[in-house]
Nanobody, 123 residues
Framework: VQLQASGGGLVQAGGSLRLSCAASGLTFSTLLMGWFRQVPGKKREFVAAISRSGDSTYYGVSVKGRFTISRDNAKNKVILQMDTLEPADTAVYYC?????????????????WGQGTQVTVSS
């Protein structure tokens, strides 16, 4: 199983970035997908998750209204569109697969993790 995250980088506050996660080696369309982020020395934080069909989405309080998660089951990809970025959004962002639909916010329920992509927002 591979989850390859890409699209991170350096952006000014107020700008946008689009993260992509390409999955392989699993039956993508059957899995709940999520994004988490982590700053050194802090706990991993839930960002967003999306149901298998894409009909249901979930967002962390700090990103709701600014970030949008979507998926393309034909291409085995999940996308995180991040708008109106703030310096507090600076973190390594991780793609995760096979989360629980009963608890999409909890990182302990996800089976597979990608390597992470750095997002840095300057003020």
């Amino acid at each position: 199983v591979q989850l390859q995250a890409s699209g991170g980088g350096l952006v000014q506050a107020g700008g946008s970035l689009r993260l992509s996660c390409a999955a392989s080696g699993l039956t993508f369309s059957t899995l709940l997908m999520g994004w988490f982020r982590q700053v050194p020395g802090k706990k991993r934080e839930f960002v967003a998750a999306i149901s298998r069909s894409g009909d249901s989405t979930y967002y962390g309080v700090s990103v709701k209204g600014r970030f949008t998660i979507s998926r393309d089951n034909a291409k085995n990809k999940v996308i995180l569109q991040m708008d109106t970025l703030e310096p507090a959004d600076t973190a390594v962002y991780y793609c995760a697969a096979d989360g629980s639909s009963y608890s999409p916010y909890s990182d302990s329920t996800y089976t597979y993790w990608g390597q992470g992509t750095q997002v840095t927002v300057s003020s």
